[in-house]
Every structure is written in C-alpha cells, then in structure tokens.
C-alpha cells in the first residue's frame, strides 16, 4: 500500500525541512539491500571519491536512472514515491540516487551544504526537489551521521564553492546559521529514511569508529520544475512506480543468481 504522512507530518517537514520515519524498510529488506550492495562488484568498481578539506575522503557511486536491481526498485517503490510526491505536491521523477560507502575507521565527512547548491546550475527553477536518505547501516553520531540545522531550508539557497573536492556553503553564512537554527544529529537505525529539502544545510563527520555507514540516497525533481537546459541530472522522465514487495523480490533474484 502506498505510504502516505498525515497532516501533522507534512507540517512538520515544511517547518523544519525534514522528517525521519521508522522502519520504513523491514528487516528482511534492508538485509537483502545491504547484501547486494556490499557484494556489488559492479556498484564497487564504478563508485569515486572526494576529499573533504579535513584530510579524509567521501567514496560513493552514483547513478541518474533507475534500474530492475533492488537501488532501482527502493527508488521506485510507492512507499517512497507516493511520500515524496506528496512533500513535493507534484508528481516526482527520478533525479539521480547513490549509495555514499562511508567505510569504518576511514570514511570521510562532508561539508555543509545544500544540495540545491548543486543543483541550482543544472537549470531547475526552483528548490522543490526532496532527497530520500535510507540507513543501510546504523547512522551514529560515532560513525559520521547526517547532521541537519533544522528550518534552515527557509534561508533559500546560499552561495556554494569548493571544500576540498566537494562543494560547501558560504561559510560566513553557515557560521551564523549554526548560530540560529538548532542542529540535530539524525541517528537512525537500517530501514529508516530521512525525508529532506533540496535546500535544508546538512554535513556528517568523516567516520573514525570501527562500524561501516551505508546509506542509500534517492533523489525527487517535481515535474513542473523540469530543468530547462541539460545539466549532470536528467530532466523529467516518467517514472514506472512498483509495488512495495517488488524490493525484496529484486533481493532476492540479486542473491540467488549470484550465490
């Protein structure tokens, strides 16, 4: 059935930019997600890194259309879907998703920014696109969480440069944010997503303890706001939604044909 927030939840994430919900996907889910990715020659081969200014680096993969495989699936699935077209109040496409590999003990941080900082050059209009942050590990203060200044998505985008090899916000303006806006470390255990504004300033910490942070990002462009030039992300293609037990189908078949 598809996942849909109650009044009070859409208010929240309007107020505050975000929202985590629980156990969004199940045991058994997650489980077969981290499986496949962790196992995923292919998903390893392709992925990168990026020096984040502090001595460390970020590695993630990254892709613009979804695929039949389980990442395609999780991004496909009503429970997401229907959710962030809901937060969107349009109907959503596929802007891109990417698994960020933040590995035990080297794992780097990321600075902040806001993701329309990036993606404000790729020719959308405005800020309505929302990030789908799902933990394939446990995200803990101790292994680089996502940290967040709540509301600060009402600052409207700020001016981004380089951070190392990423790109961050202005710090100067980052500085006083963190002044104004609470900041709150968004724990969270696998299975639950966090719902997030194009223009919400996040970070996380590089990781120095001994336990991986995984997590699986799929990102949502709302029709109308479709690019008007070509830009890193593709412009608005439908997007084929699946039902919610496609994901552990698409586990499965993954493990069986390479077990």
Not at 7 to 33: M, S
Not at 127 to 138: E, G, K, T, Y
Not at 188 to 196: E, T, V
Not at 236 to 257: F, H, Q, T, W
Request: net charge negative; hydrophobic share 35%.
């Amino acid at each position: 059935m598809p996942r849909q927030f109650n009044d009070e939840t859409v208010a929240e994430y309007r107020q505050h930019g975000f929202v985590v919900v629980p156990q969004l996907f199940d045991v058994e889910e997650i489980d077969l997600l981290r499986r496949c990715a962790k196992e995923d020659q292919a998903l390893d081969a392709q992925s990168f890194d990026r020096a984040d200014g502090e001595g460390g680096r970020v590695r993630l993969s990254l892709w613009n259309y979804p695929s039949d495989e389980i990442y395609g699936m999780i991004a496909r699935c009503r429970r997401v879907v229907d959710a962030a077209e809901q937060l969107l109040e349009d109907e959503a496409y596929h802007y891109h998703s990417k698994m960020i590999m933040k590995q035990a003990r080297t794992g780097g941080a990321w600075a902040w920014h806001q993701d329309y900082g990036y993606w404000y050059n790729n020719g959308v209009l405005t800020p309505n696109l929302c990030s789908v942050f799902i933990a394939v590990d446990p995200a803990t203060r101790e292994n680089g969480c996502m940290q967040v200044l709540a509301g600060s998505h009402h600052m409207g985008r700020v001016n981004h440069g380089k951070v190392g090899e990423q790109t961050g916000a202005d710090p100067e303006r980052v500085a006083v944010a963190c002044e104004r806006y609470e900041l709150k470390y968004v724990e969270m255990a696998p299975g639950d997503a966090l719902f997030f504004h194009s223009n919400l300033l996040h970070r996380s910490d590089q990781n120095h303890s001994d336990h991986d942070r995984w997590a699986l990002i799929c990102c949502y462009n709302a029709r109308s706001n479709d690019p008007y030039k070509e830009g890193e992300h593709p412009g608005y293609n439908p997007l084929e939604k699946v039902d919610d037990d496609a994901v552990r189908a698409a586990g499965r078949r993954r493990l069986g044909s390479t077990s």
